[in-house]
């Protein structure tokens, strides 16, 4: 029986997220959104319209900040996977909605308490990992982390510990967006998630331990792919800690790409304390929190998309042995930003997140992927996901012994 979808959320990713459940309806069966502003959602809806898909498609409001609000719509509109791309404050509300109704769950970044900035390792450990048990005893499919990084880069991983190591040495995750929207300065996602990555410290797993630096001290030039060489900085990201998990005596590192105006823009905004998540108040007696002020005078993501070029390359360069011999293999993809616009009105960073999810849904509602346990993305089987991938728009490619190659 056709699972009915709910998807969570009415930003860029999610955008991203509807159109390509519309593309693919045949796989599920009734199509919901749900947004704390139905309008947004359903203005989703009306692009979809736009592009041909006369799929039916429903908008809800929704406070997902309430599990037991989640539960309710889940219930009224018998869901059974929810893909939840809100924001990363309401993850552990709406996997309780999903606990409590049997529904499968999925997200695309690690849960944040909106008090905490930065949180230490472990930070999956902190929220997610510890509904374990209730997700196994209710049987239900929870898949963590399932955009593009973390997500893809996680199958990335596994990939090359199934195919190419017998022993994993080391993953280095490079994030490179090589385009350019045209702004003076603005976040390809929400700024207060943007901002909040980058203010505390850099964590890396190195030498089986954790590594701490702050945010630009390391950084490397790298040559990749259609790309070329790009600046990339050692960063805090969700993946590192479930990979370095599964994959305990290898160096696990996240290094993103940043150019000399948005550093200098940032590292301006953090010395004068807009970064900061605590209220101030002004001499008018007004509260104000920094960082949500910086969030509303910046330009919104979504509204980047038209005016975006250029292309993004995402990869694992993972290095290790095979009976003893030492190799390595990068894996990895490359996006173009007006392709995304044009598909589904939406830039690159946004179709990397958004794709994902689907291919995993379709995964969870064919069976592949539904485990009824919960699972990060490197605990389950690669190829099935990277080769839907590239059938939804992101296909993947490999540089190892025999040259540069499609998977």
Known sequence: MAKNVLIIGAGGVAQVVAHKV???AKEFGALHIASRTVSKAEQIITGIREKG????????????MDSKVVASLIRQIDAKIVINVGSAFVNMTVLQGCIDTGAAYLDTAIHEDPAKVCETPPWYGNYEWK???ACEKAGITAILGVGFDPGVVNAYARLAEDEYFDKVDSIDIVDINAGSHGRWFATNFDPE???????????SWQKGAWQENKMFEVGREWDLPVVGKQTAYLSGHDEVHSLSARYKDADVRFWMGFGAHYINVFTVLQNLGLLSEKP????????????????AVLPDPSSLAADYEGKTCIGDLVKGTQDGKPGEVFIYNVADHKDAFNEVGSQGISYTAGVPPVA??????RGIWDVKKMANVEDLPARPFLELLGDLGLPTRVIDATGDHPL
């Open 280 to 295: 101030v108040t002004t001499a008018e007696g007004l509260e104000v929190v920094p960082l949500k002020l910086v969030k």
């Open 193 to 203: 998630i943007n901002f909040r990555e980058f203010t505390g410290t850099v964590y």
């Open 360 to 365: 995993a849904a379709i995964l969870v509602a």
């Open 131 to 133: 509904r374990r048990e």
């Open 53 to 64: 898909h006369t799929v039916e498609f429903t908008a809800h409001s929704l406070d997902a």
């Open 22 to 24: 519309a593309q693919n």
